[in-house]
């Protein structure tokens, strides 16, 4: 497969990293969803923005990496 021999990755690997990504999003938006039609119960601080922000950050700065290890 190109796309994993382009980010120097395995398969497994690849599934591990886009799973976690799939899943932090996924909870942020429903911790969001959850927020919008109460606002009186707050988002975690690991799903907030500015949390989602930064984790959106480092996995840019991981997947960047991976290329540069080749």
Known sequence: MRHLK????????HFVFACNIAVHLNLSSIFLMVHAVAPCWDVPDAYNLESTCKKIQEWKEYAEGRKNNK
């Open 6 to 13: 382009e980010n120097n990755e395995t398969y497994y690997s």
